[in-house]
T-cell receptor
Framework: DTAVSQTPKYLVTQMGNDKSIKCEQN?????MYWYKQDSKKFLKIMFS???????INETVPNRFSPKSPDKAHLNLHINSLELGDSAVYFC??????????FGSGTRLTVV | AQSVTQLDSQVPVFEEAPVELRCNYS??????LFWYVQYPNQGLQLLLK??????LVKGINGFEAEFNKSQTSFHLRKPSVHISDTAEYFC?????????????FGKGTLLTVNP
């Protein structure tokens, strides 16, 4: 059983479209995250939810909106996609302080 | 705020040679330290972590790291590498205690093991 699963794995879309990425964890962790990995492999946190409450919201355009319907799910919706949004987006979950468990990533390509 | 510096962006080595990947961190408070590995087109996998106690930490796949508080370092080592160790390695830090669960990553070190 996959611990942290993301869908879709690949997403190719045109500029201006709206898209969503879904994430689910079956580890019973309280905290979930979205990270963005750019073309140089740099990982930067975007959002974090703890028990459905937003606790970290880094400097991210408000075109990005996370939603956590329950503590096992954290989705990411992106409006009006831009070329610069192309990246790999990773979902992760954790039970502090034991480190994160990452999903396998969603490669988003905006054309 | 905490930060992480990985001193080498690329480290090429020959198979069966030892390797050290360097990591330094900056923080005004106590931290937890982690090393993750990312194989091509995959997610990140936890190699090892330092939370407290013994400063020498052993992880998976024969890797180990040593926490040095005075030098604010957490270098990763393996005595003999394999071709399959070729991957991107990330050092990461989070603040110990409190409700800030943010993990801050270094920029990564690409380890390439050549035959």
């Amino acid at each position: 059983d996959t611990a942290v699963s993301q869908t879709p794995k690949y997403l190719v879309t045109q500029m201006g479209n709206d898209k969503s990425i879904k994430c689910e964890q079956n580890l019973g962790h309280d905290t979930m995250y979205w990270y963005k990995q750019d073309s140089k492999k740099f990982l930067k946190i975007m959002f974090s939810y703890n028990n459905k409450e937003l606790i970290i919201n880094e400097t991210v355009p408000n075109r990005f909106s996370p939603k956590s319907p329950d503590k096992a799910h954290l989705n990411l919706h992106i409006n009006s996609l831009e070329l610069g949004d192309s990246a790999v987006y990773f979902c992760a979950s954790s039970r502090q302080p034991y480190g994160y468990t990452f999903g396998s990533g969603t490669r988003l390509t905006v054309v | 705020a905490q930060s992480v510096t990985q001193l080498d962006s690329q480290v090429p080595v020959f198979e069966e040679a030892p390797v050290e990947l360097r990591c330094n961190y900056s923080s005004s408070v106590s931290v937890y330290l982690f090393w993750y590995v990312q194989y091509p087109n995959q997610g990140l996998q936890l190699l090892l972590k330092y939370l407290s106690g013994s400063t020498l930490v052993k992880g998976i796949n024969g890797f180990e790291a040593e926490f040095n508080k005075s030098q604010t370092s957490f270098h990763l080592r393996k005595p003999s590498v394999h071709i399959s160790d070729t991957a991107e390695y990330f050092c990461a830090v989070s603040l110990s205690g409190g409700s800030n669960y943010k993990l801050t990553f270094g920029k990564g070190t690409l380890l390439t093991v050549n035959p």
